[in-house]
């Protein structure tokens, strides 16, 4: 199991999500030099409007090209054309639309859709809300904030039974120990 740690943010009055980071310029032609927050860039396909946000600037692009670099991506947008406007950018932040989102596999969800779920044990007992999402080298840590206090659950089959997407819900098995 794997949580994607994409963050939805509002922009205007749409809520969009937030797929890269742009760390800089590169080349003298416009394309930006990105870091995806997942490895697939379906996401960032050519002729897919995306938006740009660094701080309260925002603006939108069509994708004109995608290329990979060693563990970033060269993305080139139309109307960002030297490296003057691409600098402009460095630092921000790279948004889609929730329904232009790359296709998970089975077992991965996305940073947003697990955040606020109501985490019950396989017995039915409600243990809490979560309320936050650590991201260490073995797997991923849900925190669990309920009547119990903190409660930290390692996001991994062996713990979690289910995942309810729509009815922001997770069933866990009670292990002793755990909490």
Do not use: C
Not at 45 to 68: D, I
Not at 72 to 95: F, N
């Amino acid at each position: 199991m794997k949580i994607r740690r994409l963050f939805r943010i509002r922009v205007d009055s749409e809520m969009k999500v937030s797929v890269a980071n742009i760390t800089r310029p590169r080349g003298f032609k416009g394309e930006l030099a990105v870091v995806p927050y997942k490895v697939n860039t379906q996401s960032l396909s050519v002729g897919r409007v995306v938006t740009l946000q660094k701080g309260n600037r925002t603006g939108e692009f069509m994708v004109e090209a995608v290329r990979p670099l060693k563990g970033r991506i060269a993305l080139k947008l139309a109307g960002i054309d030297d490296e003057d406007s691409a600098l402009a950018w460095q630092g921000g932040e790279v948004l889609v639309e929730l329904e232009n989102l790359a296709t998970l596999n089975e077992d991965e969800y996305y940073h947003f859709d697990i955040e606020g779920s109501e985490v019950f044990e396989d017995g039915g007992a409600y243990l809490g809300k979560v309320t936050a999402i650590d991201y260490v080298a073995a797997n991923d840590v849900l925190t669990v904030n309920g009547e119990r206090g903190e409660i930290l659950v390692p996001f991994v089959k062996s713990v979690v039974v289910s995942v309810d997407i729509r009815g922001k819900k997770i069933i866990i098995r009670k292990i002793a120990g755990l909490y």
